[in-house]
């Protein structure tokens, strides 16, 4: 016996991530939606996928969402598939989730978006209620990259800002964390306390000879600490 079922959908929807320097941050670049479901809303970028590879699909859904520069392309990584009968109103879709890590910026520097409020937003890891299971896919994005931090060199040197200290290391995993445990299930990942020590045995990291810029004290007035990517292969 057979039974007729309704074919799903295919998406792909990414999580643009990158560093902000002002704010010492991980952000999120959102679209807003300008069909419904979830008019005018937030949303993760995300395109149906037609006649085209994955990651063309991403590259248009980043292109048309949120207004990213044709001639930026950047690190992506799989984050997973999501399916489920009740993640999108319209039908039954399956969506493979991509995450892709851009430079680091500052506010008011240029970036990889056209300048455009009403057609995207920076917003922190923090974000919640976003349509669909848009949550669900930022968390496990977060899992994902955190997981990767420390261990994948181009990830790392993707997302962290050049050079860095190690406080400021330690925020973007707290915030990955933080955010990665709020996953339904799935047993959280205690975020790594980085050290001065742990960090020195990376070999592809490396002490910076100098602070390029003030960067705070530690200590009994001893400036911070500051680390880049070595030379070393």
């Given at each position: 016996m057979t039974r007729d079922?309704?074919?799903?959908?295919v998406s792909v929807d990414v999580?643009?991530?990158r560093y902000n320097y002002d704010t010492a941050a991980v952000e999120i670049i959102?679209?807003?939606?300008?069909?419904?479901?979830?008019?005018?809303?937030?949303?993760?970028?995300?395109?149906?996928?037609?006649h085209e590879h994955i990651d063309d699909a991403a590259a248009r859904a980043l292109r048309v969402k949120v207004g990213m520069l044709a001639d930026l392309a950047p690190l992506t990584r799989s984050v997973g598939v999501f399916d489920g009968d009740l993640r999108d109103e319209r039908g039954p879709t399956i969506s493979i989730a991509q995450l892709a890590l851009f430079p680091p910026v500052r506010d008011g520097s240029s970036t990889p978006y056209e300048h455009d409020p009403k057609r995207h937003a920076p917003v922190g890891l923090s974000i919640r209620g976003l349509p669909f299971d848009h949550d669900k896919i930022v968390s496990e994005a977060a899992r994902a990259l955190l997981l990767?931090?420390?261990?994948?060199?181009?990830?790392t040197q993707a997302l962290l800002p050049h050079p860095f200290t190690t406080v400021a290391a330690q925020q973007v995993v707290d915030s990955l964390a933080e955010r990665a445990a709020t996953l339904e299930g799935v047993s959280a990942i205690p975020a790594p306390q980085l050290r001065p020590r742990t960090l020195e045995r990376t070999e592809w990291l490396e002490q910076a000879p100098a602070p390029s810029q003030p960067?705070?004290?530690?200590?009994?007035?001893?400036?911070?600490?500051?680390?880049?990517?070595?030379?070393r292969t």
């Open positions: 079922y309704p074919q799903p959908l999580v643009p991530i959102l679209g807003r939606r300008i069909f419904e479901p979830a008019l005018g809303e937030l949303a993760l970028p995300g395109v149906l996928v037609g990767l931090l420390f261990a994948d060199r181009e990830v960067r705070g004290r530690v200590g009994r007035g001893r400036p911070a600490v500051e680390w880049c990517w070595s030379k």
